[in-house]
Structure formats: structure tokens, C-alpha cells
């Protein structure tokens, strides 16, 4: 009897796994129907700028909407995740979940949503185990959706291209990104490549200035670089944007040149259409020999070889896959960075009498400081100007 109980327990067991297999295939079945329809589900209590409108649409909260607009202003102005998490809370603006104090995660979060320029990917994560319920990241394990155009948009997808540029731009500088202020990362040192940081001089007299010097001046080898005020900064750039200015409608035209030619993803998304379908048949394959060797007794060793075959030609479709995806993403961060700089550009109608933050931000890759009678200003086109 003890044996026999036993055994139907396992039996039972059996089948209640079984049954909790059935249910969570049928919702994961279910909300990929969902997904690849374009049906968007949010987390509305977590997310900033959107409340829930009719049929459970994305609409603006105007009041939160100003806040992710501040977000991004405060980076593109040079501010960091920390900065700008710090002045937040300052402010006294709540976080996305209501809470006071702001995480650098939570902007970095906000700033790389696709949802504030209007957009939506789904089946960002992914359940892996229908015990566990855990969700893990959804890297390419199973299909993604991705809806443009979804709802009205926070942000305007060429600020968006522009930030996630600028993103990038700061993640190869040389040494950690500091971004306390508007010159923070954008000033290198021409001797070791690093970058200036600000220093206070006199900071309890009235002799109190800032000044920039080379960060690694005083470690190892010492730099040779000299240090210079922000009012000398500044002046470097007034001449040096005066001296760009003059080349203003060649450079116009040799960007919308750039931004038509090598900016071009028309060739690369049709490669990457190509690749989506070669990974769609290759995984239908594998499916069916999955299939096949389930119900038809064969030879184990020629079905895994066949298997192994199918596998290492899906992985590698998906490689190429997301390296097209990847460049595609570089060509169009570059086209809206070309679009925002000429949009500037257009717009100034002078040479500059006093320095323009706006125009800095937004024109300037980078000031190199060799000595103070060398010094070189690398715009965003590509164009070096050296200042004497």
C-alpha cells in the first residue's frame, strides 16, 4: 500500500507539472500572438512621461513629460547619470515609482527608452523556467517586436539618436566620464590623452578661480601641459567656431553629402531582412528535425550532426544579424548627430562676440591642449581648427 501510495503521488505530481507546463506555453503562446500584432504592454507605474489613456494606450502626463524633457537637456548640457540623478532630487522631482531620491540607473534608463521618441520593443525579457517564473534579459534567445511610431512622442527621435550618440561618444573617451560640468569630458590633455578636470584655486579668498588642468598632471609622469581658465576655454572657442564659421556653406553642403551617402542603412536593412528570414527558415528546420527524431526512430549520431549543423548556421545568421543591426544603429546615431549639428549651423547667422554653451554642446567633439600657443578644436563634422 505504501508502495502503491507513493506512486500515485509521482503520478500526480507528473501531471500537475505537466499541467503548470501546458498553462505557462499557452501564456507565453498568447503574449507573443500579442507581441507580434504590436500590441503594447507597459508597466505604467514605472514609467515616466506616459499614464494609461483609452483600451490601454500610451498618452502624456504633461507634468512628467517636462521632467524627462529636463533629463535630456541636462545631458546633452554635458551632465552625468550621477549629476543629473543629483539635481533631480534636489529639485524635489519624484522618480518614476514615486520615491524621492533618483538613481543613475533609473536616468540611464529614461534616456535610452525607445518609448520616449514614440516607439516600443517588445519581449524585452522572457520567462525560462515555467517553475522558477524567473524573467532573465532577452538577448536573441527568442524573437523580438519592434513598433514605431506606436504613440505620441516625448522626445523627437533625432534628440533621441542624438543622445544615444552621445552616449556612445562618452563611453570611449579616455579615462571615466565625469560630468559636472559643460567642459567635463570634451577637454584632453595632448600629451597623455587624458582629460582636464577643474580645479579651485584660492577657493576661501577673494582670488578664488577655476581652472583647468590634465588629471594625471601630477601622477607618474608628470604632464607638461599647461592649465587654463574657463575664460580662456572659452575664448579658445570663439575664435575657433569664428574660423569654422567662415567655411559655413561648404561645410553645409559636404554634411548633406555625408548624410545621404554614408549614412545611407537602405542596403544594410534590406541585408538584415535577408538575415531575419535565413534565421526564421533555419529555426523552423532545427524544429522539425527536433520533431522528426521525437517520433522516428533514426540514427542518434547523424541526427545530432545534422542538428549541430543547423545550430552553428543559426548562430551565425544571428551574429551577422545583430552586427548589421549594430551598424545600421551607428549609420543613423551619425545621420541625426549631422542633422542636429547642421541644424545649428544653419541657424547662426554671425561670428560670435561671446561664448554660446548651446553652440559648444552642440558643435564640439573636443578641445586638445597641447600648449597655450597650440591648442586644437575638433567639431563634430570632422573639421580641426587649431588655435594659436
Sequence with gaps: ????????????????????????????????????????????????????????????NPEQ???????????????????????????????????????????????????????ALLQKTYTEDFLTKKQIKNRGQIPQYYVTGNHEPIITPETFELVQAEIARRRKGHGRYSGVSIFSSRIKCGECGSYFGSKVWHSNDAYRRTIWQCN??????????PHLTEEEIKSVFIKAFNQFFDSRNEILANLAIVQKTICSTEELEKEQDRLANEMQVVSEMAHNAIRENASVAQDQAEYQKR?????????????????????????????????????????????????????????????TIYSKDNIEVLFKNGTIIRVN
Excluded at 216 to 225: D, E, L, V
Aim: aromatic content about 8%; overall charge positive; glycine content about 8%.
Design 307 to 367: 542538428y549541430d549543423e543547423l545550430t552553428k548556421r543559426y548562430e551565425e545568421s544571428k551574429a551577422e544579424y545583430e552586427k548589421t543591426g549594430e551598424e545600421i544603429a551607428a549609420r543613423k546615431a551619425k545621420a541625426s548627430v549631422m542633422g542636429s549639428f547642421a541644424k545649428t549651423l544653419r541657424k547662426q547667422e554671425t561670428v560670435l562676440a561671446e561664448f554660446d554653451e548651446g553652440l559648444w554642446g552642440t558643435l564640439v567633439e573636443s578641445m
Design 1 to 60: 500500500m505504501e508502495h502503491q501510495g507513493e506512486l500515485l503521488i509521482t503520478i500526480l505530481s507528473s501531471l500537475s507539472q505537466e499541467e503548470s507546463r501546458s498553462i505557462s506555453e499557452n501564456v507565453k503562446w498568447g503574449k507573443r500572438k500579442s507581441f507580434s500584432d504590436g500590441k503594447v504592454c507597459v508597466p505604467f507605474s514605472h514609467l515616466l512621461g506616459y499614464e494609461r489613456g483609452e483600451n490601454g494606450n500610451l498618452v502624456i
Design 65 to 119: 513629460a517636462e521632467t524627462v524633457r529636463l533629463i535630456y537637456k541636462l545631458f546633452m548640457e554635458g551632465l552625468s547619470y550621477i549629476a543629473i540623478a543629483n539635481e533631480l532630487t534636489r529639485r524635489q522631482i519624484k522618480t518614476p515609482g514615486g520615491k524621492d531620491k533618483w538613481c543613475p540607473t533609473t536616468v540611464k534608463s529614461i534616456l535610452t527608452s525607445e518609448k520616449m521618441k514614440g516607439d
Design 216 to 225: 594625471h598632471k601630477f601622477k607618474g609622469t608628470k604632464c607638461g601641459t
